[in-house]
């Protein structure tokens, strides 16, 4: 895949809710074959949440610099949840 090839997913809705706005996000069966073939070498797909011109939201597979979802996002992202494997734990 070509980092200028875009990947759309899903479909975005703001509503307005009792309590607020209220987002709600729908994936289809074709949703989830693109983010299957988005994965990275992790296994992870990184999406970006953006404002149409119109004023709406859609989401976007991001392939990072790479091209193939694993760009500086996702190695980031890796090190934050991964848990230190030292013998110094606290319980």
Do not use: C, H
């Not at 939201?57 to 996702?74: D, F, I, L, R, W």
């Amino acid at each position: 895949m070509s980092n200028s090839q875009k990947i759309y997913v899903g479909r975005v809705e703001v509503k307005e809710g009792q309590f607020g706005e209220l987002v709600s996000v729908a994936l289809g069966p074709q949703d989830f074959e693109k983010l299957e073939a988005a994965k990275n070498e992790r296994g992870w797909v990184n999406l970006n949440w953006k404002k149409s011109k119109e004023g709406g939201y859609y989401m976007e597979v991001y392939t990072g610099a790479k091209g193939n979802g694993s760009g500086a996002k996702a190695s980031n992202t890796q090190a934050a949840f991964t848990q230190n494997t030292t013998t110094d734990l606290p319980f």
